[in-house]
Nanobody, 123 residues
Framework: QVRLVESGGGLVQPGGSLRLSCAVS?????MGWFRQAPEKEREFVAG????????FYGDSVKDRFTISRDNARNMMYLQMNNLGPEDTAVYYC???????????????????WGRGTQVTVSS
């Protein structure tokens, strides 16, 4: 059984930064961050493989967000810079336990999900 708990969300002004964390219990392989804004589909933000060699980003966050993980501390992170109102959403971390991710942006590839943390970008 895997448990994922996100933290670090909040209210930030446009142009600001936030760092999200995902505390992981249980064995995981690939992990990812997704986000969902009101009345929109869940969107892929970033994915990272077990050894942090494989990393992917969604087009809308490239060059602004950085995903990382610390396996020794059972943590995954999302550093978000230059935030804009379009980044407002609930952010979820997700984990694969089968080491079988092919399409990192596909929610169906992930086996476990956290409950999410709200990020609001507003002046």
């Amino acid at each position: 059984q895997v448990r994922l708990v996100e933290s670090g969300g909040g209210l930030v002004q446009p142009g600001g930064s936030l760092r999200l964390s995902c505390a992981v219990s249980g064995r995981t392989y690939g992990m990812g961050w997704f986000r969902q804004a009101p009345e929109k589909e869940r969107e892929f933000v970033a994915g990272i493989g077990l050894k942090s060699v494989t990393i992917f980003y969604g087009d809308s966050v490239k060059d602004r967000f950085t995903i990382s993980r610390d396996n020794a501390r059972n943590m995954m992170y999302l550093q978000m810079n230059n935030l804009g109102p379009e980044d407002t959403a609930v952010y979820y971390c997700a984990a694969d336990v089968d080491n079988l991710i092919v399409r990192w942006s596909d929610t169906e590839e992930y086996d476990y999900w956290g409950r999410g943390t709200q990020v609001t970008v507003s002046s």
